[in-house]
Every structure is written in structure tokens, then in C-alpha cells.
């Protein structure tokens, strides 16, 4: 009988402990999404890929105040675990957790290997933070808060005081679309290309040259007129009708490129975000996060509503089944046209009698915005790029 008895025993014992498990782990696993939804719904600006399991919590954030809540909430309900979450930017980069970029255009991608989708792109001299390093990729975070990977050729790893006292030295903007940093006024060798936007140390002028160094030190040579002080570039620039037509027209026929963001190439969202930077405006990366941005200008194609620098949103409308999907964004420029990326950097009109009428669009068409002097906390001011954040 006893035989019998012992192991029914610890056989219902076990199967309690492990409902018990189960409804533990349902039970934290619920609170870490509802952390997630409010900290971190985009998964493309904030990381928080946490779960638990066997009394484990386990992952990795870079919202360490969200982690701390967490944490609390847990113990509050005598829910006891191991704590074995990475806090982002890792221990092992010890002081390094900032970085500028040091070449014209960086690509930084999905993932962390070349053949990886492009992400997105950095200029030179954008200040980057730096949370993790993975063989020679690291994972950094944009000014405008985008999560993506970089090859360390990439990049100048920094301590923040570093950044710190880079951010003191005077600086020089490229201004021309593309050009060179050369090794002399002689323009023998070039140490670097450069793309409009770059920003260089300004050492000093010679003759008709600035004299700059690059983010990690390189010393070089840019035409003076190719280029403007930093200072001088920021109070020149505005989002006029006029300033930002001329900056879109300027890029005319540059190819398209998924994740592009500069004059080497440019996807839909990567030429708009680009227009309004070399215009004084830092926008959202991805044209599904530029349409949260703004006011709401039209949504029912009342074209006389619409004012140039207004942005275009197209797609899939949503449904009681589906969610709607914004897959491309154009800039207004006034007489029926936009200005887009598409294939290449070209102008399409609605309107039906001109050469350039752009049927396909107008039937995807979702609504308008408009960012211009509308306060976001998601649209910066280029003047903050130059300040650690």
C-alpha cells in the first residue's frame, strides 16, 4: 500500500508545483508586456527583450528605470526570481559607451554582419550611443533614437568626456553635395569623401582651405567654399517654402536605396528626414513613425489645404481586420506635386493633365501632416546634436 501511496503523493505534489510555475510565469511574463507597451513600443527606438522563466528573469533593456519598476511590481508580489537581465550599454565597454562616426556615410544595419538590411545611415560626426559590441559590430542608437548595428570602421569609440571636449572644438559643416577632404591644398591624396551635412573639427584656415580633422583624428584639407562654421550654418537654417525646395530639387534623380538617409542614396522616409536636416530639423527615421509627428493637415485629398514641407503618407488602409500600413511619404511643393523617392528622387503631380501625374500614389494616398512649427518631442533642433545626450 505504501508503495503505492508515496509516489501518488509526490506525483500531485509535483504537478502543484508546477501549475504553481506556470501560473507564475504567465503572471510576470503579463507584467513584463505591459512594462514593454509602455516603455518601449517601438521596438526600432527602445529595447526591452525581457521574459521569465524558471524563477528566472532573463534579457536585456536599455530602459533601466523600466527594469527597476519591474523589479519593485515583482517583489511587491513576494514573486521571488534571479535577476539575470543585462543592462544596456554592457559592462564590458566599459567607458566607451559613446561614438562618433568617422566616415562620410555609415551603414547601419538590422543586424550585426554586411549582409544585414541597411537600416539606416549617420553622417560623419554624429554622435552616436554605443550598447553593446558583438565581433567587431556594435549596436548603437541615433540622435533620433533608431536601434541599429555598426562595423566598427565605422565609428570612433569614446568616453562621454571625450565627447564631451569634442563637442567644445569649433566645427565646420559640409555644405556642397558631395566632395573631399584632401592630405594637402595640393590635392594629391585624399584622406576621406564627404556628403552635405558632415561635420569636421575646424583646425584653422589656409588660404582657400579649411584645415579640419576628422572624428578619430585624421588631418585633411576642405575648399573653404565648400563649407560653413558651425555656428554660421545653424543660423542660417530654416524651413522656408523656398529653402526647402531647394534642398529636395537638389537631390533630383538620386537612386533609391532601402535605409538610405544622404546624397549617396535615399528610401522615401530617408530623403524626407533628409530634406529637413540640412534644413535644421532632426524628423523620426521611418516614414510609419513620421506620420505620428505633426498635425493633421487632409485626409481627403482637399489639396488646397496643403502648404510646401507638408508630408504625404501613402499605403494600405486599415480595416476592422487589419491595421493600416504607411509604406511610402513624399514632401508637398506646392501646384498639385510632391517631391519623393521613389526608383530615384523625382517630382509627381495630381494632377491629371500634367506629364508628370502620379496615379499609383494618389490610390494608395492616406493623409497629410504637417511638422513645420508644430512642437514634437520627437523632432529636434539640429543645434542639439552637438550636446551629449
Known amino acids: ?57 532573463k534579457g536585456e533593456t536599455d530602459q533601466p528605470e523600466a527594469l527597476l519598476s519591474l523589479i519593485e511590481e515583482l517583489k511587491s508580489e513576494q514573486i521571488d526570481f534571479i535577476d539575470a537581465v543585462t543592462r544596456l550599454p ?57 536601434l541599429s548595428w555598426v562595423d566598427k570602421a565605422g ?31 595640393r590635392q594629391e591624396n585624399m584622406i576621406s569623401d564627404v556628403v552635405a551635412g558632415d561635420i569636421l573639427t575646424f583646425e584653422g584656415e589656409n588660404h582657400s582651405y579649411a584645415e579640419v580633422s576628422l572624428p578619430d583624428g585624421r588631418l585633411g584639407y576642405i575648399p573653404f567654399a565648400e563649407t560653413m562654421i558651425w555656428e554660421d550654418w545653424i543660423a542660417s537654417r530654416n524651413t522656408s517654402a523656398e529653402a526647402l525646395i531647394t534642398t529636395a530639387k537638389q537631390m533630383m534623380g538620386t537612386p533609391y536605396l532601402w535605409g538610405g538617409t544622404s546624397i549617396k542614396g535615399v528610401d522615401c522616409s530617408g530623403f524626407t528626414k533628409t530634406i529637413y536636416y540640412l534644413n535644421g530639423q532632426i524628423i523620426p527615421r521611418d516614414a510609419s513613425q513620421q506620420i505620428n509627428e505633426g498635425e493633421l493637415v487632409d485626409a481627403d485629398k482637399d489639396w488646397d489645404k496643403l502648404q510646401v514641407g507638408d508630408l504625404l503618407f501613402f499605403g494600405v488602409k486599415g480595416t476592422p481586420e487589419k491595421k493600416e500600413r504607411v509604406v511610402h511619404v513624399g514632401m508637398w511643393i506646392g501646384n498639385g506635386e510632391f517631391i519623393h523617392s521613389r526608383g530615384l528622387v523625382r517630382v509627381s503631380s495630381f494632377d491629371p493633365t500634367s506629364p508628370n501625374y502620379d496615379e499609383y500614389e494618389l490610390g494608395r494616398y492616406l493623409r497629410t501632416k504637417r511638422i513645420i512649427n508644430v512642437p514634437s518631442e520627437h523632432v529636434l533642433s539640429v543645434s542639439e546634436l552637438l550636446t551629449n545626450n
Open 90 to 146: 554592457e559592462a564590458a565597454l566599459g567607458e566607451k559607451t559613446k561614438a562618433l562616426v568617422t566616415i562620410s556615410v555609415a551603414n547601419i544595419r538590422s543586424n550585426p554582419k554586411h549582409s544585414a538590411e541597411l537600416a539606416t545611415q549617420a553622417l560623419m560626426g554624429t554622435p552616436l550611443n554605443v550598447l553593446k559590441e558583438d565581433d567587431g559590430w556594435f549596436l548603437v542608437q541615433t540622435p533620433d533614437g533608431y
Open 155 to 185: 565609428i570612433h569609440l569614446m568616453s562621454e568626456a571625450e565627447l564631451e571636449q569634442w563637442f567644445k572644438e569649433p566645427k565646420i559643416v559640409y555644405t556642397s553635395l558631395y566632395g573631399h577632404v584632401w592630405d594637402s591644398p
Open 1 to 57: 500500500m505504501q508503495r503505492i501511496y508515496i509516489p501518488i503523493v509526490v506525483s500531485l505534489i509535483t504537478v502543484l508545483i508546477s501549475c504553481e510555475n506556470k501560473n507564475s510565469n504567465e503572471e510576470v511574463n503579463s507584467l513584463i508586456e505591459s512594462k514593454r507597451a509602455e516603455v518601449a513600443p517601438d521596438k526600432r527606438v527602445a529595447l526591452w527583450d525581457l521574459s521569465f522563466e524558471n524563477d528566472s528573469l
